[in-house]
């Protein structure tokens, strides 16, 4: 996914808005035609936009996130980013073997309050 999804992403179960990106690996596919600005909140800049300076987003468009995390800062859930693909389901539709290897994979890089203590269950 782009950087520039999360602007357009709410947390599936409470609604809050921004959700928290965390990039573990991407990749630069940059296509200069339809370059625009988010609008509300830029991941990669990590702001909402209107604290921003001026700027149009190209890296929101630039970098593809190709394994990721992100964590809703309200609910404390978390949805994975594999392969490019932003998982977000509902908690009684979501893969447990699949969540689970991904957390055992990045755990270094995720925060310890999702690994502890993540919706709908961390490692503990
Ligand atoms: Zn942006
Ligand atoms: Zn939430």
Redesign the pocket.
């Known amino acids: 996914m782009k ?2 999804l ?2 357009l992403l709410a947390c599936p179960i409470c609604k809050d808005f921004p959700l928290m990106l965390k990039v573990f690996s991407q990749e630069d596919r940059y296509s200069p035609s339809n370059v625009r ?2 609008e509300l ?5 990590q702001g909402m ?1 209107q604290d ?1 300076p001026e ?1 149009r ?1 190209i ?3 630039r970098f593809e996130v190709t394994n990721g995390l992100l964590v809703c800062n309200k609910c404390n859930r978390w949805y994975p980013i594999i392969d490019d693909i932003p998982i977000m389901l509902p908690d009684d539709l979501r893969n447990r073997n699949r969540d689970l290897e991904f957390l055992r994979r990045w755990k270094d890089r995720i925060p310890s309050a999702i690994l502890e203590s993540g919706k709908p269950y961390g490692l503990s």
Do not use: I, P, S
Not at 41 to 45: I, L, P, S, V, W
């Open positions: 950087y520039r999360v602007d600005r988010c909140y830029c991941a990669y800049h936009v921003l700027t987003c890296e929101c468009y």
